[in-house]
Every structure is written in C-alpha cells, then in structure tokens.
C-alpha cells in the first residue's frame, strides 16, 4: 500500500523555471511532511519541512504548499538552477513516531541549462 | 560532527553468506532507521529504534534480517543467509526525538550490497 503518492515520476525545467512536485497522503494520522533532496551516491537530505498547521512555507527559492483538506502537498522550486538537477522526495510522518518517515516514489529533477 | 557513518560503502557477497552492515548515529541522536532503496520499491524503512530500543520492525522483510542496537552509537543490520533480492542500497538515518523533529532525519551515505 502506497500511502503517499507523489507526481510526476520525472521532470525536466528549464534553468530559471519553476519546478513543481505533488504528494498526496490519506493517513490522516500523518502530521510532519518533509522534503528530502538525494543527489546520485549519496543519502537522501532533509531540504524543507512543514506541519499541517501552516498552509505554505518558504526558504529560500523553496516553498512547500500544504492542502489540509485536500490531503496533499507540493514543492516548488523557484529559479530552478542545474545544480538543483537531484531526486525529490516527499515524506509524511505519525505524530507518535517523530522521523519514522513514508517516503513517495521520488521525482527525478533536471534543469536544463 | 562527521555525520552518520555507514560501512562498508559497498559489499558484493554470495547467496547464502551472511552480510552485516555497520551504523554509528550521529552523537546525541537517540531516534536511529534503517532504510532500503531500490528502483523497484523505493525507500522502505526497516526499522525504527529509540533510545536503543526496537520501537517498529514491521518493515523487516523476513526473518533473515536482523537489527541490533547494542549501544547510542552504533547499529548493524544483519542478513542471513543472504539472497540476490536483496541486493540494494541500505541507509542508516538517525534523529532526535519526535518534539525536536523538525531538524529531520540525517541519512548516512549509504551501503551498496550486491548479492550474486
């Protein structure tokens, strides 16, 4: 059972462009959703987080978007750059179970310069 | 601090050895996971400690997978005997616990295990 759908499995920006990545979770018990980055050989990095009692989170050129209702969350890359080329992942975690994550299937980014 | 330390980097073994993978946390973590990563599967967790204790193995695929956490500073993950379906990469991620987390999870590099 895949409890967080993310979308689409592959994207190719521009350099400059606006890079956007969807999640969608059912677990209503999810309460923590972070963003983690993984460069090729290397492990995954925590880039953004947010908790479901904010609707948007900004750092940087990164901005997480939070539908409660809806039960889903998105990632925009603003100015996307060639060295943000990596794979993205979504994650949701329990309130119970602080990092114990459920990752999505990744989204294979490339900014093409 | 030098992060969360994994080894060997990569082990290629024979069906039906025994393979143990290392783990030591970042010091002060007290939450510590194993992951696996395929193209298949995606990032599955394995299992879940804190302070030491297992908290939730369900991910553990079959009795031939093993996790142990002797100490705060280091965890192995043990197969045996291992098969070729379980070649993958293996993470090791550590954290401080649940109200601290919105630090997040910090992955090690990575175990690349092929079993042929």
């Known amino acids: 059972q895949q409890q967080v759908k993310q979308s689409p499995q592959s994207l190719i920006v521009q350099k400059g462009g606006i890079s956007i990545i969807n999640c969608a979770y059912e677990?209503?018990?999810?309460?923590?959703f972070p963003w983690y980055q993984q460069f090729p050989g290397k492990g995954p990095a925590l880039l953004i987080a947010?908790?479901?009692?904010?609707s948007e989170k900004k750092e940087g050129r990164f901005t997480i978007s939070f539908n409660k209702s809806a039960k889903q969350f998105s990632l925009h890359i603003m100015d996307s750059q060639p060295g943000d080329s990596a794979t993205y992942f979504c994650?949701?975690?329990?309130?119970?179970?602080?990092?114990?994550?459920?990752f999505g299937a990744g989204t294979i980014l490339r900014v093409k310069s | 601090d030098a992060g969360v330390i994994q080894s060997p980097r990569h082990e290629v073994t024979e069906m039906g050895q025994e393979v143990t993978l290392r783990c030591k946390p970042i010091?002060?973590?007290?939450?510590l996971f194993w992951y696996r990563q395929t193209m298949m599967r995606g990032l599955e967790l394995l299992i879940y400690?804190?302070?030491?204790?297992?908290?939730?193995d369900s991910g553990m695929p079959e009795d031939r997978f093993s996790a142990k956490m002797p100490n705060a500073s280091f965890s192995t993950l043990k197969i045996q005997p291992s098969e070729p379906r379980d070649s993958a990469v293996y993470f090791c991620?550590?954290?401080?616990?649940?109200?601290?987390?919105?630090?997040?999870?910090?992955f090690g590099q990575g175990t690349r295990l092929t079993v042929v």
């Open positions: 991620a550590s954290s401080l616990e649940a109200r601290e987390r919105g630090l997040g999870a910090f």
């Open positions: 677990n209503t018990a999810f309460d923590y």
């Open positions: 947010i908790r479901p009692d904010v």
């Open positions: 994650a949701a975690s329990p309130m119970e179970y602080g990092n114990k994550l459920v």
């Open positions: 010091s002060g973590h007290n939450s």
């Open positions: 400690f804190n302070n030491n204790v297992p908290i939730d």
